[in-house]
């Protein structure tokens, strides 16, 4: 490989949440230290622990020895690259400059669109489990949160309940959906069929769509990620598609993300939503940032980190099916997210899922309760992290925890 995923930094003091922070604002209580002789291993928040694509820290270093920071244009090579990478990654064809939009945040965009689709207390569809980040909007902001649940298979692979979808659309009166593509946490990457099913059903009622598509560049195995916008001519004049660098790159720290919009109409409404409250202007190095993520060798570094994800996507799941009596996991197709259901050890071993979560950190493994992901039985671990650690962190699952 070209580049480096095997190197693990310190970023204990650079103000990373994942090692600084507890994860204990999920409504557990975490009163726990962690055994002795043992480090903490962060497997919770959704950031990497891979540095970056070298052509993000040159674009802003070199952004940066210019000392002055003020009042500055959008450069046309920010609109060039992401048109470049939608065609090339998610052969999106007609995409103009016209139809991009910046946003702060994929979850500031979201609010966005609620504001123009959505009156505050209307119902809003989501799929069960759902990112937390959804549900703590809706309720912060004033919707009222309607839950489709997803549903395992025989493979234990996640699939939409279109039936239920269909009731609740009918019976709440839903007019506005957050479609999650691909999906977190469960990882499924969702195939055109699936996709074309559920914009068919959200035309039929008059469904207009937010689609969260952030992880579309994390794609595991071969899958391919197929952009909502395309699967319908419904699709494309009624749904705002959201994107971002972040998750592909780790750049969440440097905010800075877009919307992707057809219908002009809708665009108008966005971009005048946007205005009015003064919030989202382009943030100058986060604009440098995509650009230099956007470069050709981004291209070649995110292929290289689909395989060392998927690598440890591989080596998680097997490790849990061959050690792990009771915990049930579908192997993701796209994040780095793995959500493994731990109901039927607990169940076994008389524990509580604090208990679980608990004899995790005294292991120094700092995983993440899916209470408020929709999934009270589940845990979220976060696999992006060098091979040498994950190892570690599942020796020490094992010994500690599920084998104890």
């Keep these: 490989m070209i580049y480096d995923f095997t190197t693990m930094i310190d970023r204990r003091g650079r103000d990373a949440m994942a090692v600084d922070m507890l994860p204990d604002m999920f409504h557990e209580k975490h009163d726990v230290k962690v055994r002795d002789g043992l480090d903490m291993i962060p497997m919770w928040v959704a950031d990497m622990n891979f540095a970056t694509v070298p052509t993000v820290p040159a674009a802003l270093t070199e952004r940066a020895a210019h000392p002055i920071y003020g009042y500055f244009s959008v450069r046309d090579e920010y609109y060039d690259e992401i048109i470049r990478w939608q065609k090339l990654h998610n052969q999106t064809n007609g995409l103009k400059r016209e139809h991009i939009g910046y946003e702060n945040s994929v979850l500031g965009g979201v609010a966005t669109a609620l504001r123009v689709m959505a009156d505050k207390g209307d119902p809003v569809l989501l799929h069960a489990p759902t990112y937390i980040g959804f549900t703590t909007l809706l309720k912060k902001a004033g919707y009222r949160i309607v839950l489709s649940p997803l549903v395992r298979d025989e493979d234990d692979i996640w699939r939409m309940d279109l039936e239920d979808m269909e009731r609740r659309i009918v019976e709440e009166n839903i007019k506005v959906t957050i479609f ?26 008059g469904v207009k769509v937010i689609a969260d598509e952030i992880w579309s560049d994390i794609l595991l195995f071969g899958h391919r990620h197929v952009p909502v916008q395309s699967v319908s001519a419904y699709a494309a004049e009624n749904t705002v598609a959201l994107y971002a660098p972040s998750k592909t790159f780790n750049l969440a720290g440097l905010i800075g993300s877009y919307h992707i919009i057809y219908n002009e109409k809708l665009k108008a409404a966005m ?17 440098y940032a995509l650009i230099g993520a956007y470069k050709p060798e981004g291209y070649a570094w995110v292929r290289e980190l689909n395989e060392v994800l998927g690598d440890n996507v591989n080596y998680a799941c097997d490790y849990i099916r061959r050690r792990f009596d009771g915990v049930r996991v579908s192997r993701p197709e796209g994040t780095y997210m793995l959500f493994i259901d731990c109901e039927a050890w607990c169940r076994s071993h008389g524990k509580t899922m604090t208990e679980l979560l608990n004899a995790g950190f005294e292991a120094g493994v700092f995983w993440q309760s899916g209470r408020l992901f929709n999934g009270p039985w589940f845990i979220r671990l976060n696999l992006a992290l060098p091979k040498s650690r994950l190892e570690e962190a599942f020796a020490r699952l094992d010994r500690y925890v599920f084998n104890a």
Excluded: I
Aim: proline fraction near 5%; aromatic fraction near 12%.
């Design 271 to 287: 971009d005048a939503e946007a205005d009015a409250t003064h919030y989202n202007g382009v943030n100058l190095m986060s604009m």
């Design 180 to 205: 999650c593509s691909p999906h977190n946490p469960t990882g499924r990457v969702w195939e055109k069929w699936e996709a074309e099913q559920a914009m068919a059903l959200f035309e039929k009622y």
